[in-house]
């Protein structure tokens, strides 16, 4: 039987050697930034860990405008995390809770203090998040005022390659963004289902 102490260096050892592979991911995450008529998406910030993947989950920040103008206002944030493990939770048996998962999100909000921030609770190992319902395909946030922010997983090991990240996370962004509602993700997230985490569904009342 392995005792806490080997359990802990055994995990740190693993990260250690998946390092590179996800410092590649991390940095591949700015293939989401584009400047278009309709759509301007830039890296604003993200967590400084030197490139050591210890901390359980990892965020990088994007901000979103309309136009190309360099006045053109902030209209809403992205936020792209690698989250390799959560806390225990027990709000329902979640078929992918304790599966290491990028989490992609959007806040239609335009101060940065309300892009989301990914933390191990955010979701929990039952794909709980405070205050958020779930949808076939992604979690949302209700603001008030009638915006809604939104965010969808994807587990670890579908991201193997920057063609995974463009067919992924890119493309349904962007596609989303420059839909005519970009507060409802539901028909971008169609063609990518099958790789999805599905957050838990309530039970079914008869």
Same mark, same amino acid.
């Given at each position: 039987?392995?005792?806490?102490?080997?359990?802990?260096?055994?995990? &740190?050892?693993?990260?250690?050697?998946?390092?590179?592979?996800?410092? +590649?991911?991390?940095?591949?995450?700015?293939?989401?930034?584009?400047?278009?008529?309709?759509? $301007?998406?830039?890296?604003?910030?993200?967590?400084?860990?030197?490139?050591?993947?210890?901390?359980?989950?990892?965020?990088?920040?994007?901000?979103?405008? %309309?136009?190309?103008? %360099?006045?053109?206002?902030? !209209?809403?944030?992205?936020? /792209?995390?690698?989250?390799?493990?959560?806390?225990?939770?027990? +709000?329902?048996?979640?078929?992918?809770?304790? %599966?290491?998962?990028?989490?992609?999100? @959007?806040?239609?909000? %335009?101060?940065?203090? +309300?892009?989301?921030?990914?933390? #191990?609770?955010?979701?929990?190992?039952?794909? @709980?998040?405070?205050?958020? !319902?779930? #949808?076939?395909?992604?979690?949302?946030?209700?603001?008030?005022?009638?915006?809604?922010?939104?965010?969808?997983?994807?587990?670890?090991?579908?991201?193997?390659?920057?063609?995974?990240?463009?067919? /992924?996370? $890119?493309?349904? /962004?962007? &596609?989303?963004?420059?839909?005519?509602?970009?507060?409802?993700?539901?028909?971008?997230?169609?063609?990518?289902?099958?790789?999805?985490?599905?957050?838990?569904?309530?039970? $079914?009342?008869?």
């Amino acid at each position: 039987m392995m005792t806490i102490d080997a359990c802990i260096w055994q995990s &740190a050892s693993n990260i250690l050697q998946a390092q590179d592979n996800l410092n +590649e991911l991390f940095e591949a995450f700015d293939l989401v930034e584009c400047r278009t008529p309709r759509l $301007v998406i830039e890296c604003k910030d993200s967590d400084d860990g030197e490139d050591d993947f210890i901390q359980p989950v990892w965020n990088a920040y994007y901000s979103v405008r %309309r136009a190309e103008r %360099r006045n053109a206002r902030v !209209e809403g944030w992205i936020t /792209l995390a690698i989250q390799l493990t959560c806390s225990e939770g027990v +709000e329902s048996d979640w078929d992918f809770g304790k %599966r290491a998962k990028v989490l992609v999100g @959007y806040s239609p909000l %335009r101060s940065f203090d +309300e892009a989301w921030g990914f933390d #191990t609770d955010s979701p929990n190992s039952a794909g @709980y998040r405070e205050d958020c !319902e779930v #949808t076939a395909s992604h979690w949302t946030l209700d603001e008030g005022r009638g915006v809604v922010s939104w965010f969808y997983a994807i587990p670890l090991d579908q991201m193997t390659s920057v063609d995974a990240v463009r067919r /992924l996370i $890119v493309a349904p /962004l962007h &596609a989303i963004l420059q839909a005519d509602n970009p507060q409802d993700p539901t028909a971008g997230l169609n063609g990518i289902f099958g790789s999805l985490c599905v957050p838990p569904q309530p039970p $079914v009342r008869i």
